[in-house]
């Protein structure tokens, strides 16, 4: 053993292949872009709250102002007061409903499915419309309100209801679906009575997903800028103050202390929830026998009873704003017309918007989806590199946590600044496809991120020991097995760029308004057939981008990989 | 000399824990080394360092006397096979098989033969066009065997390859692993926590324990001549029976003195433990003057199938126990029952002693 002595010890060099090298300065790359496009903008968010309307540092001068402004202060708690009542409301209406989707039997378990889903493909006014025409003024039951009015907090608990509901069912349709059909069992040989079991199986087990649906029904209802713009009339909530300072007063300084103010809350529930999450990790085991629901009348009827008054009262929201847009002159020519469809009449744009949306939801959707894909699969991939894997990681679930109208404004300050190389972008296509990315981006990430995990981590391993280069594997194997993660991706960035408000409505040109912005103007300016109109084109649109969706994964990928079968 | 594979004062630190400690073992052109031991001992990490898939804090790995310390795994030479078979889902047999080949720039028809070539080798001639899915477990191993080999590496390292197998299936493997290994030469580490398989198929064994090695060996001497208690408790069954050292060749256990080969390492008077295999104890036709006879009585009787193992209480010292292995034509000449009062005999030959 001669040679043991002759060998010193000392630090070993390892060197980087030409892979590690290529990733690693994506991964540079990557960072980079993330701070350009979440970073800095909430940066200079942050900045503008400390000057005066000159750029002059005030230090804590505005917060002071807001917080002495009583009226300001008075939106803030009526955002947190309209929040927790519609998550109080929200949160067990979606978990009866979730539980009837994963637990009983249910006739035409699939109808209920998707009807729950329909108010995702709306931009959050259209409940608002909805209500104008059932309860508005001249709405259909006005009579029923007895001298009240719609406009305001009640208003807007009913429409964020409809809005929120099928986020937190979701979610929890996702907690209550694995459960170890064991556990029952158990329970059963041990003999506990039903509701002990509800109680001591049942909501232990939904807990995390009780909690994450809670948090984010109170963070989308506190952040939400549609529904409050149409109905929350004289009821002051942060997200029209927002607005009216910056559109309204162009009160930029103000405006950037109410959006930190909007963040708070947002930023604390999003802390919260992954806290929580990281609590569920190991709550399933591999081994857990999946469990399925045998039927048992009495219940079943029940929950059939729950979900179809449940589904009628989002078809008839949908179904008001539907008949609404195709009625002459509401309420007093009822005969119908294609007229409100005519956007021309009531915006410059006309149909421009829609397509305007088109392009920007398909630009969003690819290049979007790409970016978040290769970043998940770069930030995964890496050796080594901690510092700059964590630093994505950070960035990537930074958008989760920060406000659409927020984000936008940031944007506003950032894009806009005369000293930035960057602020060509301002007013274009490009800057409402690079913001939705951004908004978006932490659900693409982690949708990324989970597809990737599950695919054998060795591959690189081997492809490595057979001297094939890594993006070889990425484009012959990871993308082809990820295909289906790849296309939710997209589909979700198409659906959200098609029915975004917040964010965008700081970011448009004249010639780049998207048709949601369109419908929020349209509606300012009384039409609200038109507005209603074009809200349900956007639907449709998403819906139907979406029904293409299923069928792709159905048949066409069914074809194409038939490698998945056994 | 120099050995095809030589690593040298090989470490590996997770932050404060040392996962390899100074590891330092030299393999041989073509042979079959097995690294042994039990979970966490650090053996698939000491592969990955080879791989250079994990590398190592410190220390030299040189291969074919090249110094691959500090190499990205692409430019080692060497073919990998997980324990997932980490085949790829998507590509069919032959595309799986050919993976590494296309990117050599080798001719489609070249491509072809080789694939053909390897898939016959590894007995799956007909399945190329089929799907890893629609295979068995054992099929796809052979198709991510075939793989490994397609580039004709001079290291095969095989992670656990059989662990993932029904029993009959990880038999059948084993012999032909080994019988492959033997045809094509290649120089192979297999990584494994199951001792039956390194016995059966290694030329030498590497056991670890806690990140180092506890002894080197072929698979006789470790079964025979277990360097330390570890290796002995390991591999294979073994009693243990504590005592007292009382010359270099006498262990007290109990009232009784047993002869053992001479101890030079250890010092009269320390404490020890003197060990025996189950099969070694002997119980048949005793001669008078036979050394280490121990008068038992069998306390338990457990039926193993081809055998019965015993549990003998020593008498007069119901403390010591022991365990035998008595095979059916014994207990059947013998007519041993639980109760049955029995000489046996502890041959000197066979008992190893260790400190304890």
Redesign the interface.
């Known amino acids: 053993?001669s040679?043991?002595v002759l060998?010193p010890?000392?630090?070993?060099?390892?060197?980087?292949?030409?892979?590690?090298l290529m990733m690693r300065g994506a991964l540079v790359a990557l960072v980079v872009m993330l701070l350009l496009i979440v970073g800095l903008p909430l940066w200079a968010l942050l900045a503008k709250g400390f000057e005066d309307s000159d750029g002059k540092f005030v230090g804590l001068a505005n917060y002071v102002s807001y917080f002495s402004t009583p009226a300001l202060v008075n939106s803030a708690l009526n955002s947190l007061h309209v929040s927790a009542v519609c998550t109080l409301i929200v949160v067990p209406i979606s978990f009866l409903y979730a539980y009837a989707l994963t637990r009983t039997v249910l006739p035409m378990r699939w109808l209920f499915q998707g009807v729950a889903l329909i108010p995702i493909f709306a931009p959050s006014l259209l409940p608002g419309l909805a209500l104008i025409y059932l309860f508005g003024n001249q709405g259909f039951f006005k009579a029923l309100l007895d001298g009240g009015s719609i406009y305001g907090f009640d208003g807007m608990v009913i429409a964020q209801v409809f809005y929120c509901f099928p986020h937190a069912t979701m979610i929890l349709v996702t907690a209550l679906a694995t459960a170890d059909a064991r556990l029952y069992e158990a329970a059963d040989a041990l003999g506990a009575s039903k509701l002990r079991v509800f109680f001591t199986v049942t909501l232990p087990g939904a807990k995390y997903g009780l909690i994450s649906a809670a948090l984010v029904v109170f963070t989308m209802v506190m952040t939400d800028f549609g529904i409050a713009k149409v109905i929350a009339g004289n009821f002051n909530v942060l997200a029209t103050d927002v607005y009216k300072q910056v559109i309204g007063q162009q009160n930029f300084s103000m405006g950037a202390v109410v959006g930190m103010v909007l963040l708070a809350p947002a930023a604390l529930a999003f802390v919260v929830d992954r806290l929580v999450q990281r609590k569920q990790v190991a709550l399933l085991t591999a081994r857990a026998v999946p469990l399925i629901p045998r039927p048992k009348p009495g219940r079943d009827a029940f929950f059939t009873i729950f979900c179809t008054i449940v589904c009628l009262w989002i078809l008839t929201i949908l179904g008001m704003a539907a008949w609404g847009s195709l009625i002459k002159y509401w309420p007093y020519n009822l005969s119908l017309t294609f007229a409100n469809y005519e956007f021309g009449n009531f915006d410059s744009n006309g149909w421009g918007s829609y397509f305007n949306s088109l392009w920007m939801a398909a630009g969003a959707a690819i290049v979007g989806t790409a970016i978040m894909f290769v970043g998940a699969w770069l930030n995964e991939k890496t050796k080594g590199f901690g510092l700059v894997r964590g630093l994505v990681q950070l960035l990537a679930f930074l958008p989760m946590a920060v406000p659409g109208l927020v984000l936008g404004l940031g944007y506003i300050f950032f894009f806009n600044a005369p000293n930035n190389p960057l602020n060509f972008l301002y007013a274009t296509m490009a800057i409402l496809v690079i913001n939705t990315v951004a908004h978006f981006y932490t659900v693409g990430h982690l949708t990324a991120t989970t597809a990737l995990k599950q695919i054998?981590p060795?591959?690189e391993?081997?492809?490595?020991?057979?001297?094939?280069?890594i993006w070889?594997t990425f484009g012959?194997?990871t993308v082809?097995?990820c295909l289906p993660a790849i296309l939710d991706i997209a589909i979700y960035l198409f659906v959200n760029a098609m029915t975004t408000v917040s964010s965008v409505i700081f970011l448009y040109a004249p010639d780049t308004k998207l048709a949601s912005v369109a419908a929020v103007n349209i509606e300012e300016a009384g039409a609200t057939a038109a507005a209603a109109a074009l809200c349900l084109v956007i639907v449709v649109t998403s819906a139907a981008v979406k029904a293409l969706h299923l069928l792709v994964d159905r048949f066409l990928l069914g074809r194409l990989?038939?490698?998945?079968?056994? | 000399m120099s050995h095809y594979l030589?690593v040298?004062?090989l470490s590996k630190r997770f932050g404060d824990f040392s996962a390899l400690g100074d590891i330092?073992l030299d393999i041989a052109e073509g042979e079959f080394v097995c690294f042994l031991g039990p979970s966490g001992c650090g053996k698939t990490t000491l592969l990955r360092a080879i791989?250079?898939?994990d590398?190592?804090?410190?220390?030299?790995i040189r291969q074919k006397g090249r110094d691959v310390?500090?190499?990205?795994?692409?430019?080692?030479d060497?073919?990998?096979v997980?324990q997932?078979y980490?085949l790829?889902?998507?590509?069919t047999v032959t595309d799986n098989v050919g993976?590494?080949l296309?990117?050599?720039r080798q001719g489609r028809a070249q491509i072809e033969k080789r694939v053909i070539e390897l898939l016959a080798l590894v007995g799956l001639p007909d399945s190329g066009s089929k799907?890893?899915?629609?295979l068995s477990g054992g099929q796809q191993q052979r198709v991510a065997l075939a793989?490994?080999l397609?580039?004709s590496?001079g290291l095969l390292l095989l992670d656990e390859p059989l662990s993932a197998l029904d029993a009959r299936v990880r038999l059948r493997l084993r012999h032909e692993i080994k019988a492959l290994q033997r045809t094509l030469g290649v120089t192979t580490i297999m990584v494994t926590h199951d001792q039956e398989e390194a016995l059966t198929m290694a030329d030498r064994i590497v056991v670890m324990n806690h990140g180092a090695i506890e002894q080197v060996g072929s698979p006789q001497e470790i079964y025979r001549q277990p360097a330390t208690a570890f290796v002995a408790d390991f591999v294979g069954s073994m009693n243990f029976l504590s005592g007292t050292l009382e010359a270099p060749e006498r262990v007290k256990i109990g009232g009784r003195a047993f002869a053992c080969p001479a101890q030079d390492g250890l010092a009269v008077g320390t404490a020890v433990r003197l060990s025996i295999r189950p099969e070694d104890v002997r119980v048949r036709d005793l001669p008078a003057d036979i050394q280490n006879r121990v008068p038992v009585d069998v306390a338990e009787l457990d039926f193993v199938g081809a055998f019965c193992r015993a549990t003998l209480k020593v008498q007069g010292d119901g403390d010591v126990a022991l365990v035998a292995d008595f095979s059916s034509n014994l207990i059947r000449d013998l007519g041993v029952v639980i109760g049955t009062r029995l000489d046996v005999a502890l041959p000197p030959d066979r008992v190893r002693v260790y400190a304890a």
Not at chain 2, 88 to 91: D, Q, R, S, T, V
Not at chain 2, 131 to 134: G, N, V
């Open positions: 053993m040679l043991a060998t010890k000392i630090g070993l060099r390892i060197s980087l292949s030409r892979d590690d054998d060795e591959f391993s081997v492809s490595a020991s057979l001297k094939v280069p070889k012959r194997v082809p097995i990989q038939a490698w998945r079968r056994r | 030589e040298r004062n330092s791989a250079g898939l590398p190592q804090t410190s220390g030299t310390s500090g190499l990205p795994p692409a430019q080692r060497f073919g990998i997980f997932s980490a790829f889902p998507n590509l993976y590494g296309v990117s050599r799907y890893p899915a629609q793989r490994a397609a580039t590496p």
